[in-house]
């Protein structure tokens, strides 16, 4: 079974929950393109390291969900969620969550020089779940809505969002799981 990502949830509101998520390490890969086109573009080189495209020739387990994130204006240095964020118009940066037992003195370096790895603290994030299609505007509708219920709740959001993606692509689009997450201060 493949691993997710750990969190704890410390709150819980209508429509979402407040989850603390542990520091974690992601290898990533920026983009060029549409930001619905993003996941796809970055799955090989991504898919390539952690099946052994690095100096050691180790593999490294999948682990879910595959986040996707849009932040206007963020450069990056240099899963199993998959991460993505938007750095300009059609720029994205994708990643996958490393292994939790995983940190970046224990992961082999990437040979892609498209891939780098990035530890991420500990931090809280609201979430909201959903099925269905991966669609940017599925996305975008879901995200407008977390963000109206957070606000609503008096949270303050410290970071741009993220898309979690769960499942393969080969797993019915009714069955899947996704979510939304917004950083937010510590409850």
Same mark, same amino acid.
């Given at each position: 079974? %493949? ?11 209508? +429509? ?28 090989? &080189?991504?898919? +390539? ?14 682990? #879910? ?23 300009? *118009?059609?720029? @994205? ?5 490393? *292994? /939790? ?8 370096? &990437?040979?892609?020089?498209?891939? @780098?790895l990035r530890?991420?603290?500990? +931090?809280?994030? #609201?979430? /909201? ?5 991966? %669609?940017?505007? @599925? ?9 109206? #219920? ?9 970071? *741009?969002a993220r ?5 393969? *692509? ?12 917004? &950083?937010?201060?510590?409850?």
């Open positions: 079974m %493949t691993e997710s990502q750990k969190y704890t949830v410390v709150a819980q509101h209508a +429509g979402f929950e407040v989850r603390c998520y542990a520091a974690h390490v992601v290898a990533e890969v920026t983009v060029t393109g549409p930001a619905d086109e993003a996941g796809n573009r970055a799955f090989r &080189p991504l898919a +390539g390291y952690i099946g052994g495209r690095n100096v050691t020739g180790r593999s490294v387990a999948m682990t #879910a969900p595959v986040l996707q994130q849009k932040a206007a204006g963020r450069s990056i240095a240099m899963t199993a969620p998959v991460l993505q964020e938007a750095t300009g *118009p059609d720029t @994205s940066v994708v990643g996958f969550v490393m *292994p /939790a037992d995983e940190s970046l003195e224990t992961l082999p370096a &990437p040979t892609d020089l498209d891939v @780098s530890a991420v603290p500990e +931090g809280f994030a #609201a979430a /909201a779940q959903y099925s269905g299609r991966w %669609t940017l505007s @599925s996305y975008e509708q879901h995200l407008a809505d977390l963000d109206a #219920a957070v606000r609503a709740a008096g949270l303050l959001v410290v970071g *741009p898309w979690a993606r769960y499942d393969p *692509p080969w797993k019915p689009w009714f069955l899947r799981r996704n979510e939304v997450l917004l &950083p937010v201060a510590a409850p």
